[in-house]
């Protein structure tokens, strides 16, 4: 897929136009997965407006977002960078075999009191 | 026996303020429309009474458009307010009378938009002219 | 029958190079009415104009036809050559061959063509043109101006000193607005108080003037040169002619608790109060919802230690009519409500304020005597956060910001942190911004001395959440120039609230038939060369009801409006463009669909007597149009289902003509 | 007053106590609480992307189920209910996508998002109405000072959701206060947990849970409350000092209908 | 068969007339034949007790005559409305045409109105109608007494009623009805769903017929101009007679627009066509896009309400989209 599709594949898949963004940082400031981010919300913004979308697909940084949408109540713009985040992993693991998690992993994350809400979770998230 | 090119006539109603403007602004930069297009001025856009409407069609006007202002940017605040209501209700009783819709339009050209002005003109001239003479609103005695 | 005179301008070649000017003036002879037909090199020049005077006196011409560029371009030449040839200057019509015809065309015979036909229409108007005379309304030589804050005041103060009575009228007990609330202003630095409190003064001494404080208008009618007002003086419970400002009273009062407005509710004002020291009129009010003797009828302090015996709990809400010829709207700007923005925890520590807040708190008449002190604990802040842009560009929601730029804020935020930096050298200062925008006479080098001189910190980004903790605020935030997110521990923050217009600014539109934006700020008649003047004829703005405003936009746009206030006022009778609406009597069915229309009421009805053909008579409702208010847009002509209603200039015979000329 | 009640897989294992109160309070209280026949997972998390359609399917069919009965749905899990409301409201305002879902649903009739979709606290509130529980509760909690945490599901995204202020929410203070408690407002007591991260990365879950205990601690909780189970793990898993307890733990002390819920 | 009698009227029209109350009652008198019915204004009890006639063909809306009666009276004159001639009795006030403190208006329940073309379609030679309660019994020239069932003469436009509701009345007599959900514009849809030659061809037809003896005009409530634009020299359109199919279109087109946001759709213009031709079917078509494009609105509801016309809002949709609702044919 070349780049300008990609660019609007994700655009159409998330709904967000980043062409609202006024680069505030807002969304970058209000994260609370920034330092463990290699790419900040408002660089996802920007990465996918100008098409430079390469490095997000091969970055950690698409599996950080905790889908907490503080960054979308609280853009002034209504941009919505959560959604782009989840745009751009889609556009990775809905590839065969680039599933994040796999059900091996799972024993080893699991205590006694781990609810099932948590597997549930990370497997809609992380994998298709 | 060779026949004549079919040139349609259009009457064009715009508003002193703003698609008069545009109109002058698309001669300041020269783009070309038909010749066919023949604009009358009025103040505002809710001046044009949707008689006049029908009396073009009577004497023999193939297509009729209405230009204002942008709805909000009107010189009198509201005027194209109106004339968005008229001329929704007018065209849609035309049409119920089986009269081609492609003969009406209403397009918002601001001052500024001597282009659109241009490309309007030249877009509503090539649906009128597909359309052919306007023979359900004509009246033979006025015919040219 | 008219006799109509033709004149084919070449434009030089612009006109002549694409339409054959010679064949359209001799096609036009033909016409109905036309007695001369003529062609010239260029018409407007002086020798042109002269051709066509010439021609009007030898043929007797009674209308003109000018074949030639647009109405819009000459149309005010040619009016006025026809009324020195002696002629109506409504009996001209353009035909624009130019601008819609030979710069759009590029063929001869096509060109041509189009310019014989659109000369025919305007030949077919002519010959139904009637001369018109612009209408006249008197003026009543008196402006109200609603608002007393600079906006209002320079207004006032403006149109007064040029020699007309003014009456203000403020809802608050005192004159001078926001301005009188700031510390110092920028980007000079001089103290707020110093530079308004001599122009209040002024106002209070200056003998056209008049103000009507803790009063506010009710109603208006009428138009321009002509409004009646009502204006609604608020029972204060103090007879402001026998008062004296000497504060007895104030001191006596036992009811203290009552949160004081003026600073912005960081401290308590008595039941009766004069909201500061200068305050024009220095006159005492009683708060109705505070006072025991008003609520129970028990107390009567005040009344007891007035020495004046100014006190008058009988006092009623008193209305005034009184009769204006221009109006000027200085209603001002609030700052918005920050309870949609508790990410930043307005709500839950008192630490964190607005700026309007801290101009109080640093300022020598505020809660803390200017002291630079937190309002929760007393303490001396050592670090603070500046917010920029808390509520302005924000278009995500429109309950909780505005779409705008407050325009205010980043001038003022560096005006906050140099003073701090200034006073309080041992103080951290960070300002977080998503632009800085300084456009104004020396307003950038302020703001470049707040960062290189007084070491304020600058960092572009925005502030995500603020977290009270203990005693201080934890503010995280992003710096997009190191691409980091920060974690400052400050004792004070300080939110640039967005500034939206007074929440009064809505109703009194709608008594003024003034239009607003949607963010309910005025609209002015032209965002360019009509700034001041609402669309309205007679209404005029001054200040922040028209948009966000330093002090010196706002002082300047004031003496703007008064210029053209004292423009309007100076004439005797107002002439209007005769262009305008009027109603036929005998068609007319008074049916009301012509008033409901009208942008700018300018229609009314009254009942009249009509003799009939059978010698009875009959009362019957009909419209009439104000000429001096009816702007000529001819929305009532349309809804008018008898056709009682014709616009002169443009009206139905006139435009059918021309449909008629054009569809032969 | 009848509801449709969305449970959920974690209500039905780790999460029972939240679960057990929240129908013995509302039974009490008159609130019957019918459960919806057969649902499925609503998957844990909302998927925000348009064309993600099979995910939000369960949620679909059991918001399908509760129009054919003419009732509002209830869940208490604050996951639960933000995936079932977020897919409601797609269903309402994205017309492209309803129309993929009910084309792949292939049933009688199409869903357009008509169900009224409640979370447990806003039945409380709005039909219930805090003041008859507050008359109901015979054991008022007095002198318990109680931080609310709402995490990011209950508020956010706050145009979808609605329940209340995002920033500064009052749902859980009130009731606290119903129940006879002090409520202590703390700031990050609408920042994430750190959620399904705690997979990923659980130094940053670490992180983000301590943050919101530290907070609620530091304004002076002696308690914290939840609607999530997962903020429940993570904030107890990552060493809360205070207690943390689903707010129906709660409910159901005060109401006197307190007992063990493993029974 | 209405359920309200003439002797009911009578009475009540003599009781108010001999008490002060009115000085004049407009009411039906009775033409050449049974079924012929015109407005009267009677004086007096005996013209009333004479010549006053209350049936099922008594449909003439009478809101429309008080503009020029009010005008020429001292005192009030009485007048009884149908239901939906008290739309129509509304929105004239709303048009400030006559003065309401110079009528008294009785309103009566109605039951639907017989359509006489509908009748003669069934009989000839009518010489004289009994109204029973199963049905109209007419006594013919030819064919002695035919019974003839009130549903299979019942007009158009009762047929369609929109509202059984009285919106104004001083009085009331018989029972208040309810506003109808009616059928009333399927004729229109079936009309839209049509190609536009088919649509031409179909107002062609019923157009073509008109003879321009503006009986609609004149009987249409809403057309109470002092001079009308088809009348006035000054106007543009002056246009006593038609020439040609086309002025019998614009002639209509312009009548329905002048009246379109205020029209009650009271079918009196049809009800009057000698020709037949459906007029109702425009001012319906503009109803119908009126509370389409800008929400419902029924003209004379309530007196002052502001009719769609002289009315906007600042999202109305565009000229281009109004083809755009629904499935209108292309």
New interface residues.
Partial sequence: MNKKNLREEIILRSGVNPKKCMKCGKCSATCPAYDEMEYHPHQFVNMVDTGDIEPLLNSDSLYKCLTCFACVDRCPRGVEPAKLVEAVRLSVIRKQGENHLTANDIPALLDDETPQQLLVSAFRKYTK | MQMKEYKPLIVAFCCNWCSYAGADLAGNNRLNYPADVKIIRVPCSCRVN??FI??A??RGADGVILCGCH??DCHYT?GN??T??????????????????ER???EWVSAAEGAKFAATMNDFVAQVTALGENK??????CKR | MQRIGVFVCWCGSNIAGTVDVKAVAEALKAEPGVVYSTDYQYMCSQAGQNLIIDAVKEHNLTGLVICSCSPRMHEATFRKTAAAAGLNPYMVEIANIREQCSWVHKEMPVGTEKAIILGKAAVAKVNLNTPLTPGESPVTKRALVIGGGIAGIQTALDIADAGFPVDIVETKPTIGGKMAQLDKTFPTLDCAACILTPKMVDVAQHEKIRIFSYSEVTDVKGFVGNFDVTIKKKARFVDETKCTGCGDCVDKCPMKKNPNEFNMGMDNRSAIYIPFAQAVPKVATIDAGACTMLKKGKCGLCSKVCGAGAIDYTQKDEFIEEKYGAIVVATGFNPISMDKFDEYAYNQSKDVITSLEFERLTNAAGPTQGKLLRPSDGKHPHKIVFVQCVGSRCAACAEKGKEYCSKICCMYTAKHAMLTRDKYPDTEVYVFYIDVRTPGKNFDEFYRRAVEEYGVNYIKGMVGKIVPEGDVLKVQASDLISNKQLHIDADLVVLAAAIEPDKSARPLATMLTASMDTNDFFTEAHPKLRPVESPTAGVFLSGACQGPKDIPETVSQAGAAASKVIGLLCKDKLTGNPCIASANE????????CE??CPYGAIT?SDKEFRMPDR?T????VASVNPAVCQGCGACTV?C????MDLRGFA??QI??EVDAICK | MKFSYFPGCTLKNKAKDLDFYARRSAELLGAELEEIENWQCCGGVFTTSRDEVATKLSSVRALKDTQAKGQALVSVCSACHNVIKQTNHAMQTDKAFADKVNRYMAEESDYNGETEVLHYLEMLRDKVGFDTLKEKVVNPLKGKKIGAYYGCLLLRPNTVMGMDDPENPTIMEDLIKALGATPVVYANRNECCGGYIAVESPELAKKRSNAVVENAKAQGAEMIITACPLCKYNLIKNGADIPVVYFTELLAEALGIKEDANE | MQKITRDQLITKAVELLSNGTVSAVLGWQKGEFDYDITPAVFTTEEEIKNNFVYNDFCGANFSKYLVAKT??LEGKILVFLKPCDTYSFNQLL????FDREKVYAVAIGCEGMADVVKLKNKVDGIISIDYKDDAMYVDTLYDGTVKVDYADVLAERCINCKSKKCVAYDELMGEDGEVIDSARFDE?AR??AMT?????????NELSRCIRCNACRDACPAC??????FD?P????ENKAP??S??E??FH??R?????GRCTDCGECSRVCPQNIPLHL?NR??IK??NE??GEYQAGAEVGS?????????G????????ERGD?NA
Wanted: include cysteine; glycine fraction near 4%.
């Fill in positions: 949707p008689m029908l009396r069609f009577q709805p909000g509201s307010y109106y968005r209501r008229r001329m929704a209700m007018l065209f849609s009783m035309l049409d119920y009378l089986g009269i081609e819709r009406t339009r209403v359900r609103l004509e009246d033979l005695r | 005998m068609m007319c069915n008074g049916c009301s669909s409901r229309v009805y009875t009959q009362i019957r409702r809804a289902p008898s056709g009682a139905n015979n059918m003509a | 005008k020429k709303t048009e400030h045409r229109v009309l839209e536009p030659d088919e649509r031409f061809a179909f107002w062609q109470t101009c002092e001079k009308c634009v006035n000054n106007s543009g359109v020439a040609n086309f002025e279109q614009m087109i312009i329905a627009y002048h009246v379109a425009l078509k503009f896009d009126i494009c800008y502001r009719a769609p016309l002289v009315d906007y809002t600042e109305d949709l565009e000229p281009g989209e109004v083809f209108n």
